[in-house]
């Protein structure tokens, strides 16, 4: 890999140490959904195991970083100009079902900017990187956005919407009205990080999801934005420093892309 920040190698370093009790983890979840128990609680801790994993790796290399995570909220709060954004499980729905799609998202950010950030699928082996100015890797190789021209031609996934959403009509009209201006089916993957991923590798050539949260994305906006990608921050609220909605793609769709979704504003 040709990355070289001192920040990149930290987070490298952290994911792989945390996967491995991720990956055991999985493998317990195969005999907790047959047994009566079920494996929710199982999961929740499966989180937090390897949350823990995660801060543990980050503060030994810098204990005054900022840190916000999903499970433990945020740490050094103080700390504004150099964070964390951590994501211990993106995709915990389908690691609870034992559904191979989650992955590991950490992402660096210097003075409110996200200088870089790494996906790890651990079942996959697949490590999306990236660094400003550097550009974005898969494993070892170099990572580029797709070349498909059309949105009609294009293949794209989204996620939601949660069920506690106000939205969730205006997300599935929506969904309806995506769909009836492309040729292929819109995709459901359940993980945002690595639908943000694959649009980065050209597997996907577009994604858009509202209500998430800045920890499902913060890697994955560098990852995207050095492969050659735009995003768009559609109705960001702009006393909300993290990011609610999201449009990302490969550049030559993105204006068709963006009219469809913003020109309704459903919030
Ligand atoms: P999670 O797996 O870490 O919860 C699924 O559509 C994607 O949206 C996942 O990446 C999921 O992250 C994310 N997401 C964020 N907030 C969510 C919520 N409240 N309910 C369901 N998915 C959510
Ligand atoms: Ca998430």
Not at 10 to 21: E, Y
Not at 224 to 229: F, I, N, P, R
Request: with cysteine; hydrophobic share 35%; aromatic share 8%.
């Amino acid at each position: 890999m040709r990355l070289n920040s001192p920040q990149i190698n930290i987070i490298t370093k952290a994911c792989l140490k945390a996967s491995r009790s991720l990956i055991r983890d999985f493998g317990e979840i195969e005999n907790l959904q047959v047994s009566t128990k079920g494996p929710g609680d199982f999961v929740t801790s499966a989180d937090k195991r390897t949350e823990k994993i995660i801060i543990e790796e980050l503060q030994k290399a810098h204990s005054d970083y900022g840190i916000i995570t999903e499970e433990s909220g945020s740490i050094n709060t103080a700390n504004k100009n150099n964070r964390w954004i951590i994501d211990p499980i993106d995709g915990t729905t389908n690691f609870l079902n034992g559904i191979p799609q989650f992955a590991i998202s950490i992402g660096y950010e210097e003075e409110s900017e996200i200088k870089c950030g790494v996906i790890f699928d651990p079942i996959k082996n697949e490590m999306f990187c990236a660094e400003k100015g550097n550009g974005a890797y898969l494993n070892n190789s170099r990572i580029r956005v797709s070349n498909k021209k059309k949105l009609k031609d294009a293949l794209l996934v989204t996620g939601g919407p949660r069920q506690s959403s106000k939205i969730k009509k205006e997300i599935f009209s929506e969904f309806v009205e995506v769909s009836n201006n492309i040729l292929s089916p819109v995709r459901k993957f359940g993980s945002a990080a690595l639908d943000l991923a694959y649009v980065a590798c050209g597997r996907f050539d577009g994604y858009w999801q509202r209500e998430l949260n800045y920890w499902d994305v913060a890697a994955g906006i560098i990852i995207l934005k050095e492969a050659g990608g735009f995003v768009n921050f559609f109705e960001e609220n702009n006393k909300d420093p993290l990011k609610r909605n999201i449009l990302a793609s490969n550049s030559n769709i993105h204006d068709e892309f963006s009219n469809l979704i913003i020109k309704k504003n459903i919030e």
